[in-house]
């Protein structure tokens, strides 16, 4: 039995678990910024060489001057003042419609069959195509940018929210019912905490959506905030400032990211970190 076992095994290779290597939190932030601290390098060396004139794009100093400028003068203030406070209520408005619709179509037979198919039309619909028409309906003020932001960032919520719900275990669901749970007391103390991965995902889409869309929004004939900012810079051909604006917008996006790794972290402490061996 002996020497049949042994020929069975002969040639296999013995199994090595993988070992996670532990890594401090300083160097797996050094290893983060390399990328953007390189194209800060090759930035400013193009600049230096020539191969990147003004007129093209400005220099890297010459950026931090026009912020220094824009700062100065109260430009830069009250236009991120502005942008922030746009995106944030569009931004609020369209996570709070897809967690309602998300809950009511994941959650309930009628919900999906009255609701879903419309809602999944109007999401293929992009949202810069509704540009003109929010103009038609709601002219040229706040209420138009605001709208267009509350529109870009209720879809991803609404898919997430939907498919973190449906995914909920049914078997739990019903065992909660028969302890005499009511639907609203099941949804908010086991339909939503088993949804949460699924939802912190739809906020991350959201909230980088709502960057995208206020720079579309901001395009609706502003009169303040970051893209009135970048179409006076256009008019005088002031790449500095553009590139400021852009650099803004940029760093808008990632600290939206950002907060929502931190929120995993808080809400979600047993997940392992993004990219860590299994």
């Known amino acids: ?81 502005t942008s922030l406070t746009r995106s944030g209520i569009g931004l609020l408005i369209g996570l709070a419609a897809g967690l309602v619709l998300g809950i009511t179509t994941g959650f309930t ?18 949202f810069l195509a509704l540009v003109p028409l929010f103009m ?13 932001i509350a529109v ?29 749970m009511s639907r609203l007391a099941v949804v908010r103390e086991v339909v939503l905490p088993g949804a949460l991965p699924s939802l912190l995902a739809g906020l991350r889409l959201s909230m980088t959506l709502s960057v995208i869309a206020l720079i579309a929004a901001e395009e609706i004939n502003a009169t303040a905030g970051i893209g009135y900012l970048m179409s006076q810079a256009q008019s005088y051909a002031r790449t500095d400032i553009l590139a400021v604006c852009i650099l803004i917008y940029g760093l808008l996006g990632l600290s939206a990211d950002i907060l929502v790794r931190l929120l995993e972290r808080v809400l979600m402490p047993w997940r392992r970190p993004q990219g860590e061996a299994r």
């Open 1 to 81: 039995m002996s020497a049949v076992s042994e020929a069975a095994t002969e040639g296999l290779v013995t199994p090595r678990p993988q070992l996670r290597t532990p890594r401090s939190r300083s160097f797996a932030l050094t290893v983060r910024a390399l990328g953007p601290v390189a194209l800060l390098v090759l930035w400013w060396a193009a600049s230096a060489t020539g191969l990147l004139t003004p007129d093209v794009l400005a220099s890297p100093a010459e950026v931090l001057r026009a912020v220094g400028e824009l700062w100065g003068n109260g430009q830069l203030p009250d236009a991120l003042t």
């Open 136 to 148: 038609v309906w709601f002219g040229i003020n706040e209420t138009a940018k605001i709208l267009l």
């Open 152 to 180: 870009a960032t209720t879809f991803p919520m609404y898919v997430s929210t939907s498919s973190g719900v449906r995914n909920t275990d049914p078997k739990l669901v019903e065992a909660m019912r028969s302890f005499g």
């Open 109 to 126: 037979r009628l919900g999906d069959e009255l609701l879903d198919s419309s809602l999944q039309t109007l999401r293929t619909i992009p």
